[in-house]
């Protein structure tokens, strides 16, 4: 029978192969591996001109990939930042321990910096640079769970004083204290970026890169060698936010960008990737993607061990095992490791024969080496052409005693008494036992020479980090009178208020003043807002400009992209978008630049969308404009269920610094939006607007005389009933005020009902001064009572209440406490349809005849009009009484 073997086709390929083997192994030992693998990539070149395919290699043997001849010396003092490292250790230990002894169930978290200490240390010792001259320093996204480390830092470095520090997660007492995550909301003096909702942070920095970059090519910022930072727990890479936007970095050769995975091979149940390695599945990611992959997994005390395994056997060992059992040798010790790890080949026992079981325990990983972590970041800052991920393996709970690599460690809080001696001990701290015990945090005197060192290093990089110092922004808002065009009224035209909305857009971009503080923002949707001649005449931005002749180039509106241009078109990634929108927001904090984002898109894809990322948005006091188009249930018509939005003004009513309206006329949106340019930038106010704009054309009516204040407070009247004999006063907002208008007529011609019609720009708004009255009268029940806004506007007003919007109910009904019996609301509750406004106002009856049907059935039950005539008048206005409840179908 014949075997492979001895089938001499096989045989002569196999002896071919080994000689093939034997060639490059020459290489490899004369060469050596830089040539090595110049000869593989041209090899694989010959074979793609050969249309030879093979499977492209993702992964890289799991070792480090800077070879230790390739290292670089250390160039700061290692004694002396091993105890730097050690005091901010146990003080971030001693105030999450101390403060859940006092306070149980506080929280807090230890795990998380004590794997992160070494990597963050060599960062803030040799790479971190604060603010230079005008420019902001380097931008670093922390891990969030990681600030009891960076609270421990600055409180060395006598940023806090210790009462500061003994309030941590004590944000409610006389003393300040110290938010549990980066919030800028909170400390505004202190944090930047809003990280600790996993996933938020490195997308955010990613879209902050490009900014950068695009900030540059505009002209509004000089180009610096600055870098962008972002720590990213290994877990964290599970959320998609965190690798969903990876190659925009290669695209746009994203060389400012650093991402740094600490890859302490746990997340908070468990192993990241028990049965797998993650850094081996993170690096075939990036390097799909395009970045330049670095990986750190072993500490120089391998390196020895590296250069006595002459067969491979070490790294076959290594790459046998997987990180359910790299976290298992670190949590049951050297013995363990012996047996395990090197135990499995004689050879390898070998290697660590003449070491104690506590030396093998203490070989450390590369996330844990400061030589290790430096030469990485050296490669990172100096890398060129793209962004680059620095894959760290370190422990979870570092150091922490029996905390550490167990899969509760995450959620520890205290450490038990015995383990902060030992701590103490391992680390000399000159802290007295007792002390110890007690989970004192400890500070040496600022002349002392670790303090000294650590003040030394700051200043060479520029400063403290992190740190958020905003200068009172020097802005004038364009007058109110500039937006003349728009409040006088479309003259009969029919347009849109997103058509109103891109003409302001197209202005505001030409001011001469602030038109290239513009952001325009939209993923994908331009055309469907209209903003093809914005496009034309100001740009996308493509950071290497037009490399191509569009098909339309003859045309008017063609499509164009300029290096300098100045529409971000994100294409179809509402996350994106809103990455670029918070990167745009914070512009006057992070590069004293107070740009102006508009972002537009489909108001359905908004908040329910993106949420988490708008209330980061919110904490990072982001400023700007999200513009919701094709808004409304009942005015988007034929799109359907997923595309009609009925309910984002409540969705944004939750963001205490959104402001929201709905505007039906351009004159109001023109006023909402002179009145945010003047809020914002003009007086500071750390708020952001939330608009929805219609696709419903109509003829803009002129601004009436004396509104502007009624339109930014939330209400006006817009029309009232001769000699004031209404006996009901109509609500609407958005195109259903059209509908409110015709229900009027309706009721003063066909029933001799006269009604004043409101239009409510902001339910939102009304609302929120009436509960700031509310609790003013609650609080002081021996001064005069207050009235809210909407009680006195409405206090000479007869009848009840009608009001009527595109939005769900509850919009209107947030003003149920102050109208008690008067109010009736008229909303779209219930699934989207697709079909034309028509019949879409008429199933979720906010059309006309339902408003009209409403008042006379609302005028009846209060005794105010014939019920059986009221009756009569559904049917005459076609409502059907019995239909089934479009709430429910
Ligand atoms: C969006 C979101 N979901 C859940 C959490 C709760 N959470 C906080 S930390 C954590 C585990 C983090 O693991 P990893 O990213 O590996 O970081 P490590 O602490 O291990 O460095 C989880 C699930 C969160 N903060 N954000
Ligand atoms: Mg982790």
Redesign the pocket.
């Known amino acids: 029978m014949a075997t492979k073997v001895s089938n001499p086709v096989e045989s002569d390929f196999a002896a071919q192969l080994r000689e093939w083997i034997e060639a490059f192994d020459d290489v490899v030992v004369t060469e050596g591996p830089e040539q090595s693998a110049e000869l593989l990539t041209a090899l694989k070149q010959r074979a793609r001109e050969a249309g030879i395919s093979q499977a492209s290699e993702l992964t890289t043997p799991y070792v480090n990939t800077i070879p230790k001849h390739e290292e670089v010396p250390y160039p700061g003092d290692r004694k002396m930042e091993r105890r730097i490292e050690a005091l901010i250790r146990w003080n971030a230990l001693a105030m999450v321990h101390g403060q859940n002894k006092k306070d149980q169930g506080i929280g807090g978290?230890i795990?998380?910096y004590s794997?992160?200490a070494t990597l963050l240390e060599v960062g803030f010792n040799h790479f971190f640079h604060a603010k230079h001259g005008d420019q902001p320093g380097d931008f670093v996204y922390f891990?969030?769970?990681?600030s009891p480390g960076i609270y421990a830092r600055a409180f060395l470095l006598g940023r806090f004083d210790e009462q500061r520090v003994l309030h941590f997660r004590h944000e409610l007492r006389e003393t300040p204290g110290l938010s549990s995550?980066p919030h800028p909301w909170l400390m505004p003096d202190f944090w930047r970026f809003p990280t600790?909702?996993?996933?938020?942070g490195p997308l955010n920095a990613v879209y902050q890169a490009r900014f950068m970059r695009y900030l540059e090519n505009r002209g509004l910022i000089e180009k610096t060698p600055r870098k962008i930072w972002a720590f990213?727990?290994?877990?964290?890479?599970?959320?998609v936010d965190t690798l969903g936007a990876l190659s925009l970095g290669r695209r746009e050769k994203l060389d400012n960008l650093i991402f740094v995975v600490?890859?302490?091979?746990?997340?908070?149940?468990g192993p990241?990737r028990g049965n797998a390695r993650i850094i081996d599945e993170l690096e075939a990611v990036f390097l799909g993607a395009g970045w330049n992959v670095i990986k750190v997994i072993w500490g120089s005390d391998w390196d020895e061990f590296f250069e006595r395994d002459h067969t491979g056997l070490l790294l076959k060992r290594m790459e046998e095992c997987v990180d359910g059992e790299y976290q298992a040798f670190k949590a049951k010790g050297g013995a363990y490791i012996r047996k395990e790890f090197f135990g499995k080949y004689p050879e390898l026992l070998k290697l660590v024969e003449h070491m104690t079981d506590d030396e093998i325990f203490h070989l450390h990983r590369g996330g844990h080496d400061a030589r290790k972590i430096y030469n990485a970041y050296k490669r990172a800052v100096e890398h060129k052409g793209g962004p680059t991920v620095i894959l760290a393996k370190?422990v979870?709970g570092y150091g922490l005693g029996s905390t550490q690599a167990r899969n509760a460690s995450?959620q520890e809080k205290k450490v038990a008494e015995d383990a902060l001696v030992d701590f103490i001990r391992r680390y000399e701290l000159p802290i007295p036992e007792a002390d110890a015990r007690a989970g004192k945090l400890y500070r040496p005197p600022q002349d002392a020479p670790e303090m000294q060192y650590m003040h030394a290093r700051r200043q060479g990089l520029g400063g403290f980090m992190p740190k958020r110092d905003v200068p009172k922004i020097d802005f004038t808002a364009p007058k109110l009178e500039t937006f003349a065009e728009w409040t006088g009224g479309s003259k009969g035209r029919a347009v849109s208020t997103t058509m109103g909305f891109v003409s302001i857009l197209r202005a505001l971009m030409k001011d001469a003043k602030i038109g290239k503080l513009i952001v325009p923002i939209v993923p994908d949707e331009g055309r469907t807002f209209g903003l093809e001649s914005a496009i034309r005449q100001v740009g996308i931005y493509a950071s290497e400009g037009q490399k191509y002749t569009p098909h339309d180039v003859d045309m008017l509106l063609s499509y164009t992209e300029k290096q300098d241009g100045q529409i971000l078109e994100e294409g179809i990634t509402e996350a994106g978008s809103m990455a670029s929108f918070t990167a745009a927001g914070t512009g006057y904090s992070n590069y004293l630049v107070p740009t102006i984002p508009f972002y537009m898109y489909y108001s359905m894809f908004g908040f329910q969308r993106v949420g988490?990322m708008m209330w980061a948005f919110a904490d990072a006091r982001g400023k700007g404009f999200l513009m919701a188009g094709t808004a409304g249930r009942t005015t988007m018509t034929g799109e359907g269920l997923q595309h009609q939005d009925g309910h984002s003004h409540l969705l944004m009513s939750v963001i205490p610094t959104c402001v929201s309206y709905d505007p039906a006329y351009v004159y109001e949106l023109a006023v909402i939006l002179q009145d945010g340019l003047r809020r914002m930038y003009e007086k500071g106010e750390d708020l952001f607007y939330y608009i929805t704009m219609y696709n419903e054309d109509y003829a803009m009516p002129e601004m009436p005389k004396g509104v502007e204040e009624g339109i930014v407070r939330g209400i006006y009247r817009l029309k009232a009933a001769p000699n004031g004999k209404a006996v009901a006063q109509l609500f609407g907002s958005g195109p259903i005020l059209n509908e409110v208008l015709r229900a009027r007529e309706i009721l003063a011609e066909k029933y001799g009902v006269e009604t004043d019609v409101w239009s409510v720009t902001s339910y939102n708004e009304l609302r929120r001064e009436a509960l700031g009255v509310e609790r003013w009268n609650r609080l002081h029940p021996a001064e005069g009572e207050k009235t809210p806004h909407i009680v006195s506007v409405l206090a000479k007003t007869k009848g009840p209440v009608i009001a009527a919007t595109d939005y769900m109910k509850a919009v209107p009904d947030q003003l149920a406490p102050w109208l008690t019996t008067r109010l009736v609301s008229l909303g779209t509750d219930g699934f989207g349809r697709s079909d034309n406004r028509e019949h879409l106002r008429r199933h979720f009856e906010v059309n006309a005849e339902s408003v009209a049907a409403a008042t006379l059935s609302k005028l009846a039950r209060d005794g105010k009009f014939d019920a059986k005539k009221a009756q009569k008048a559904l049917a005459e206005l076609g409502v059907d009484a019995e239909r089934g409840d479009p709430a429910h179908r």
């Open positions: 978290h795990a998380t794997s992160l891990q969030g769970h990681a995550y600790v909702s996993m996933g938020i990213v727990g290994d877990g964290e890479t599970d959320e600490n890859c302490n091979l746990q997340r908070l149940d990241v370190t979870k995450h988490d």
